[in-house]
Nanobody
Framework: QVQLVESGGALVQAGGSLRVSCSASGGTFSNYAMGWFRQAPGKEREFVAVVSWTGRNTYYADSVKGRFTISRDNAKNTVYLQMNSLKPEDTAVYYC????????????????WGQGTQVTVSS
């Protein structure tokens, strides 16, 4: 059983930067592809980014491509999401998720989820 804990959410101004983190425990972290998703009020949870277990392969939603960077440190059992040039529409609760196997953008293919961290971008 893998436990995921997100941290680093905050209130930031539009155009600013923020890094959120997700720490994992209870499993072999390097066995898992790790994804970030987000959910804004009144909206469905959506895919943001994913990184393969090696860290070499990444994939992003079009809405964040070029602004966000996902990375992982398997020695620290942690995955990061660096967010630059933030926009008000990036405001959401950000969730990390883990799955054994290949990277995927499909929410339902992830086995484990964190509780989320709030990111609010003011205009």
């Amino acid at each position: 059983q893998v436990q995921l804990v997100e941290s680093g959410g905050a209130l930031v101004q539009a155009g600013g930067s923020l890094r959120v983190s997700c720490s994992a425990s209870g499993g072999t972290f390097s066995n898992y592809a790790m994804g970030w998703f987000r959910q804004a009020p009144g909206k469905e949870r959506e895919f943001v980014a994913v990184v393969s277990w090696t860290g070499r392969n990444t994939y992003y939603a079009d809405s964040v491509k070029g602004r966000f960077t996902i990375s992982r440190d398997n020695a620290k059992n942690t995955v990061y999401l660096q967010m630059n040039s933030l926009k008000p529409e990036d405001t959401a609760v950000y969730y990390c998720a883990a799955r054994q196997g290949a990277t995927t953008v499909r929410l339902y293919e992830y086995d484990y989820w964190g509780q989320g961290t709030q990111v609010t971008v003011s205009s």
